[in-house]
């Protein structure tokens, strides 16, 4: 994940995730297997910083990580990769914690987007 990415607007089902979410990030990597995988979206509600054991996005150097928190480092759930420990310059910020995977089912269909997309140019058509 890199800061630099663009937004994209999705819609999705509303879920207790769905509505505590503030964004909606797609895993890149396999360091969280088999937690989460390569692809996967993620809930994601922003939070200055999470309690030891919750899972959350961070951001150190620029590049974005998904990670398990705890006090001594970052943990990956893929035994494969070392925790990530941090000094206090490092400038290691949370940006959030994850609620869940969006599963596939939890996105608007083809059909949903088309109402959708004529829904809102009629309301953009009232506004004039």
């Known amino acids: 994940m890199s800061i630099d990415d663009e937004a994209e607007y999705v819609y999705v089902r509303v879920s207790r995730e769905a ?4 964004e909606i990030i797609t ?3 396999d360091s969280m297997a088999p937690t989460y995988y390569e692809g996967d979206d993620l809930f994601v509600e922003y939070a200055s910083a999470i309690d030891p054991g919750e899972i959350g996005v961070f951001v150190a150097a620029g590049e974005g990580y998904v ?3 705890q006090p001594d480092g970052l943990y990956s759930h893929n035994p494969e990769y070392p925790a990530l420990k941090f000094q206090e310059d490092d400038n290691v910020h949370c940006v959030g914690r994850v609620l869940g995977v969006v599963g596939r089912d939890q996105y608007a269909t083809e059909t949903e987007l088309a ?3 004529e829904l809102c140019r009629e309301k953009a058509g009232m506004k004039r």
């Open 19 to 22: 509505c505590r979410c503030d």
């Open 67 to 69: 990670k398990e928190f």
């Open 115 to 117: 109402v959708i997309d």
């Open 27 to 29: 895993v890149s990597g």
